[in-house]
């Protein structure tokens, strides 16, 4: 009896271990003591946040005067920290969502770290808005609808501003509840493998009384796929809708109706790149890299590429609408942005996002880790600066030469990016201690995708009663990888 | 095997296997020859299970919808209130922004989608929970080793009419139990 076997497809988990051995091996990081490397991981990136954690404190105290903002440049770094970090997030939730619902396999042994690192972003993110009201604790009479205390006055519903915050939390509720609902069987697998009591009750709790039933099983999946159907077009809202706290505005270089695709592009751009910065990292000190396989880092590096050449194809196009428009501003506004005093930072962008992404083409750079690393971490560089570019180059030099001004930000600017950098990895770097970083579960259903000699699910006929002698076969013997 | 000696009429009879495709054939054929399945215990959803054991579809896609519709018409409500309508008991503040229409629809756009995802996620999430009540502190009905790691378990009603303790451990075993036993549910 032949048994269906992909040479076409490469298989998804490397060396077709026991499926004991894939809880073992996701498992061990948490049950073990962290080595030196984590601690000093750690050390740096909890430093990182310290000072962070002090430059807030500092313009809490002192006020955002302590920025280098100026009367013609009034959204700076925060706005571009911002952006940069909800970006970073689209990636988490195309990997556990589009990828989901497109039965995209590879998905499953990156999705779970990767919706980790969405949650970590959004709130990078969400301190940036929150830090620049100067007084955040008033920052809940603001946004949340509610009347405030001059009477019966609500928020202004037609603002982007306010759709923006009902983007971003909603964002982040679904991703939270997402994740979770992702974590409950591995959960119930950590419960039963505790030993110490403490540990026992605490994953008891999280688990839910989990026990794995299929009655259980049938609603959970369906709820998982809604759950994935709700978060797709959530998440090509996000990035859209915080596109249009600039598309609204009447300012040259914002006013665009390119702007939400370009941002989704890019959001999903920078994304990636992050989830291979992490990860790259994380299969090597983890050891995990018969799971997160380099067919895995291929395919996000062939998504980094589509999607770098998507947000090239958005840099150019606006600057051709730039001149067919015919407008003095904005035609003046793009020449200024390329080749006008800040007109490096616009360089910065284009080589990392645009040029740099083409060695993805050779497969020979798509399946090294070093070059991978490298270009992941060029590619978050030049997404930062896209958002700079697009914020400060726009704003600097407005009508009226009088009010053009240059913008150089503070000590306080850069240690509060660092700090949300340190916050990033130190939350992430917890992450991989005390919750399974990889979908245990679900790597456990794809281990035979694609594997040699494996038996298919379906097509049984087990009254025929050959199945037994079918299912007793002793294991096939292993390709080796 | 002592585990016998513990049957009592709340017992349930288990058979374990080691891998999914066993479990799925043994299911069918225990439905088949009308022995009474309680539930199947697997460490991850395996396909075609949910057939062969003859679980109906999920309802929860209808939940959802609810959801969904209770999200944008809670959102579409709060928006036009706020914004644009005044009653005489309970008063918006009707805000002129640049001449702007009161009621335009289409910047209630965003909001809407929004509130109309998070309703149905959050609230779908919870359905989810309290229908199969999960929360925290529950324990689960059997204790069955390995079947949240590498074990899969068919369990058996042995109170359930049609039960037969042979056919049942003969058709396990065919299937290729790797263990059979009997669990009692824990309290």
């Known amino acids: 009896m032949s048994a269906p076997v992909s040479h076409l497809r490469q298989p998804l988990v490397l060396g077709n271990p026991a499926y004991a051995q894939i809880t073992n091996d996701v498992l ?222 009447v300012i040259p270089g914002w006013h665009t109706t390119i702007f939400p695709p370009y941002f989704v592009a890019g959001a999903i751009f920078s994304g990636f790149a992050m989830v291979l910065t992490l990860l790259l990292i994380a299969r090597k000190v983890m050891h995990i890299e018969h799971l997160i396989t380099i067919k895995h880092l ?59 992404p083409q060695v993805f083409w050779f497969k020979k750079a798509r399946t090294n880790v070093v070059v991978i690393f490298i270009m992941s971490i060029v590619v978050n560089i030049g997404m930062w600066f896209e958002r700079f570019v697009i914020i400060v180059t726009s704003l600097h030099r407005d009508y009226l030469p009088s009010a053009w001004a240059m913008y150089s930000p503070t000590w306080v600017e850069f240690t509060t990016l660092l700090g949300t950098f340190g916050l990033f990895f130190t939350a992430f770097l917890v992450f991989t201690r005390v919750l399974p970083a990889i979908a245990i579960a679900e790597v456990k259903s794809i281990k035979k995708f694609a594997q040699p000699h494996a038996h298919p699910a379906h097509g049984h006929d087990e009254a025929a009663g050959g199945v037994p002698g079918l299912a007793h076969a002793p294991a096939a013997p292993e390709k080796g990888v | 095997m002592s585990a016998r000696a513990t049957q009592a009429a709340d017992n349930y009879l288990v058979g374990y296997f080691v891998e999914d495709e066993d479990i799925l054939a043994a299911t069918k054929a225990t439905r088949q020859a009308g022995l009474p399945i309680y539930d199947c215990y697997t460490p991850f959803p395996v396909h075609g299970l949910e057939a062969a054991q003859g679980l109906p579809r999920s309802w929860m896609t209808y939940a959802c ?58 609230g779908t999430a919870l359905t989810l929970l309290a229908f199969l009540g999960l929360y925290p502190g529950q324990k689960p009905k059997f204790t069955l080793p390995g079947t949240t790691d590498d074990r899969f378990a068919l369990v058996l009603d042995t109170a359930a009419a049609g039960f037969d303790e042979s056919k049942a451990r003969e058709l396990m075993q065919r299937h290729g139990a790797s263990e059979i036993s009997w669990v009692a549910p824990n309290r």
């Open chain 1, 28 to 249: 061990k990081p948490m049950e073990s003591w962290p080595s030196k490397l984590w601690w000093g991981t750690f050390a740096v990136t909890a430093s990182w946040l310290a000072i962070g954690l002090g430059a807030i404190a500092w313009q809490q105290y002192e006020g955002i005067g302590t920025w280098g903002l100026n009367k013609t440049i009034g959204w700076g770094f925060d706005i571009t920290n911002f952006v940069f970090w909800v970006g970073i997030g689209h990636a988490g939730t195309l990997i556990s969502a589009i990828l989901f619902l497109f039965r995209q396999k590879w998905r499953t042994s990156i999705n779970r770290s990767a919706e980790a690192m969405t949650l970590f972003a959004v709130i990078c993110a969400a301190l940036f808005p929150l830090i620049h009201m100067g007084r955040p604790w008033f920052g809940a009479l603001w946004f949340i609808p509610a009347p405030n205390l001059r009477g019966p006055l609500w928020i202004n519903f037609r603002s982007p501003l306010i759709w923006d915050f009902f983007a971003i939390s909603t964002y982040f509720t679904i991703s939270a509840v997402f994740w979770y609902v992702g974590l409950i069987p591995d959960l119930a697998t950590v419960r039963d493998r505790a030993k110490h009591p403490i540990r026992k009750a605490i994953y008891g709790a999280l688990s839910l009384g989990w026990s794995g039933a299929n009655k259980h099983w049938v609603h959970y999946e369906t709820v998982y796929m809604l759950l994935a159907g709700l978060s797709t077009p959530l998440v090509l809202s996000v990035h859209t809708i915080v596109s249009t706290d600039f598309a609204t505005s």
């Open chain 1, 298 to 356: 291929e395919n996000m590096c062939l998504i980094i590429t589509a999607t770098g050449m998507m947000v090239g194809l958005a840099y150019m196009t606006e600057f051709f609408i730039a001149w067919y428009s015919g407008s003095n501003y904005e035609g003046f506004c793009f020449v200024n942005r390329a080749f006008g005093p800040m007109g490096w930072s616009y360089w910065i962008m284009f080589s990392c996002n645009v040029i740099s």
């Open chain 2, 65 to 122: 919808f609810l959801l969904a519709l209770t999200g944008f018409l809670t959102s579409l409500f709060m928006q036009s209130y706020t914004q644009a309508i005044e009653t005489p008991l309970w008063s918006g503040w009707p805000l002129n922004v640049g001449g702007k229409p009161f009621l335009p629809l289409t910047s209630f756009v965003p909001v809407l989608f929004e509130l109309a995802v998070l309703f149905a996620g959050v």
